[in-house]
């Protein structure tokens, strides 16, 4: 096997990035494109089915196929519905390491999941989010003494993971706690995020280009915009005290929609999160039939969008304003474009880390729908005069931009070296030779397995 214990120097590392969670190919996407610079790699990317939230079975394996080829990727695909034929083409390609970004292993084929990987290969993971920012929501002792929500660091992919690499020091001082410590995990910070801001720069840089040339055309002549301000819209999809429970649109759906009616000028780009309409149907939060009779009126608005597809980080580039309950884009937001969202906060969500009251503190904290539409007006007001635009409600005030600067520390140890971070660690693991995890030597149940969990269900 590939993975002997017997390094080999004359030959380069095969790496398998093993992918559905393809909304979130960010985390991996410069790891990847490093590996391939490097004669000391040899990476394959591999497209999977899954089962997310609200879906009754495994697919969605040609939307990543489509996702990568048009990030131009090359890429296999084992899409077989039997996931264990489709394993035996991935042993076939002999990996030493399988690289994944996403925990959960209830959303993975059963052929997929770490038991059977760690077979014949060993597991590299990264997490799929820029940072964590929430506790577990248990005792306020326990809590108190990580500062990280078990769910980041005991699920089965971390207890089988040959390497792990984390954002943040807190997350790898509480793997220390685990039966296999924490000398396996790396504190490197997180690709994702220099992903992220690379990204954003070369859109805004495209995004100027071509106001340029339409400002050429148009010669001395005004150039009309078709909306004077643009919100994009970002809710979560946690609707539950027993997860996260950080979820407004229920609160929020019906007032956002006579916004949009109110305000025909301001454009309402809605992001749901990719769980967010699943899980309502699923779990009954909205009945169906009022749900759709919403999405009827919000499509039929000539303001108003769902706009699944593009980039958030165009997004982000090509709006205003962003209005979100969290989680992830109150540190993805400002800490990729230096501005503060509008964070409409559930007074019920599960508590704050550290990290995640830094992030959250970066923003703007609300609890209405009244509440937002100042931040409207105020976008509009400065939008008559563009030299009053940095006087916009929305605009960080100084507090923002310290907040923003100790989380930026806290989880930005390389930055723009991740990925090469990422690299040096496992050609290390690799030239040591260390043997393939065994499962029998665990014994602590991982988070899944505990009671209350979510079952997995195939």
Known sequence: ?????????LRPIRVVFLLFYFEAWDSLSQVYQAMLNSPAFEPIVVSVPRKLTGDSGYGGEKRVHKFLKRQGVAHQRLNYEDSWQS?????????????LNYPWQRNYQPAFRPDSLVTFTKILYTP??????????????EVDARQVATHLYTQRVHQLASLVFVQDQATKDAFALTQRGSNRVRFTGSAKLDSLRAHYIEVRAKLAAKAERRLARAGSLPVKQPF???VLWAPHHSYSAKWLNFGMFVQSYKQMLQLAKKYPNVQFILRPHPFLFGTLAERKVIKSSVLDQWLSEWNQLANTKINLKASFVKQFASTDLLLT???????????????AAVFLENPNHWQ?????????AANHRITDMAQFERFIKSGLDASLDLAQVSKMAASPSAAHIANLAKLQTQIDPNPGGVAQAILNDILQDFQTGSPLVNPATISEVAWEDQPGREPRTD
Do not use: W
């Open 1 to 9: 096997m590939r993975n002997s214990s017997q390094p080999s120097t």
């Open 87 to 99: 394993l035996l083409e991935l042993k076939a390609l002999t990996p030493d390491y399988v690289f």
């Open 128 to 141: 799929y989010f820029l940072a964590p920012l929430v506790n577990e929501n248990e005792g306020a002792d």
């Open 228 to 230: 004077d301000l643009k």
């Open 325 to 339: 309950d969290g989680i992830s884009f109150l540190a993805e937001y400002p800490l990729i474009t230096s501005k």
């Open 352 to 360: 704050f880390n550290t990290l995640g009251e830094l992030a959250a």
